[in-house]
């Protein structure tokens, strides 16, 4: 069964995947500017952004902009500064960002830089590379004048303390897990930019790295049908290359609903008899060239924002399969 439930409107239950398909209205929403991004934090990411664009900055600039204020807000917990540290106890980040052009830039396992997404674009513009990792990317970072900072809050470092007393690795659901700031932009020349950010999963590995920065898993777009992005679980995301997947499904003539979830079905298929069935959650946002949106979920918990002239700066809840 899936539901559609928008907040602070009443719940409409009781359609199943064939009644969705059929009663996909994302033509009515057809409009830009607009921006869309993952989870709640994603409202004063928005609103950054829209403050930024409509002031005369660019769709990259703007973008990059707004995921910086989740990057530098502690109390977001999955990105950035503040964020939950592998079971090293060490945070490490990653990002990724991409223009209307098909320009790309992406760090992984980066590490005492508090804002990733502004590395990963100095990546795209200053090298003939789409991704450092590491060292190399720290050391890129500083020199371009970043500084470092221990980005390890003290509520982090407790968190990270009581954790290993049983040193359990068991992902998070839609509490304080979320492990991304995904952002989608399409600007008044009907123009697409987007960025993904995050500290990954809490209690990974050391050096593990999940689809965040990689285009065509987290983050992927074609300026000439649309943006898609993804949250949840890093390694289903990348098993399927989740992103590129939609866009190419939009491109085929899919709305961005029935695009996303057609992969988040493939992701279900490939992971309902496996061990992380459990815990297992992914979520996609997509807009195509129109402006027409969409949030989609494997589970029920996954929300996301949308900024635009009629609905200002939203939060939606996404529809879901379970």
Known sequence: MVRRNFIKKSLIGGLGATALVGCDNSNDKATYPRIISTWEHGLAANQEAWKKLTSGSNGISSIESGVKISEADPSVRSVGYGGLPDREGIVTLDACIM?????????????????????????????????????????????????????????????????????????????ENHDTISMLLIDQNKDLFGACTTSGAAWKMHGRV?????????????????????????????????????????????????????????????????????????????????????????????????????NKNLLMDADYFI
Not at 132 to 137: D, T
Not at 151 to 167: C, G, M, P, R, V
Not at 223 to 248: D, F, H, K, Q
Not at 297 to 307: D, E, I, T
């Open 99 to 175: 223009d209307k052009y098909s320009n790309c830039g992406s760090v992984s396992y980066l590490q005492n830089i508090k804002h990733p997404i502004s590395v990963a674009r100095l990546v795209m513009e200053d090298t003939p590379h789409v991704m450092l990792s590491g060292k190399g990317a720290l050391d890129f970072a500083l020199s371009k004048g970043f500084k470092q900072e221990s980005l390890l809050t003290d509520q982090s470092k407790k968190d990270w303390l009581n954790w290993k007393k049983k040193s359990n690795y068991s992902p998070v659901i839609n509490i």
């Open 210 to 310: 999940g689809d965040s920065p990689i285009i065509g898993a987290g983050l992927f777009l074609d300026n000439e049908v649309g943006a898609a992005a993804a949250t949840g679980l890093g390694e289903a995301v990348i098993r399927t290359s989740g992103s590129a997947m939609v866009v190419e499904l939009m491109r085929q003539g899919y709305s961005p609903l029935h695009a996303c979830k057609t992969i988040v079905d493939r992701i279900s298929k490939i992971h309902k008899s496996g061990p992380d069935w459990e815990y297992l959650q992914v979520g996609f946002i997509a807009i195509n060239k129109k402006g027409e949106y969409a949030g989609y979920s494997l589970k029920k918990g996954f929300n996301y924002a949308v900024c635009d002239k009629q």
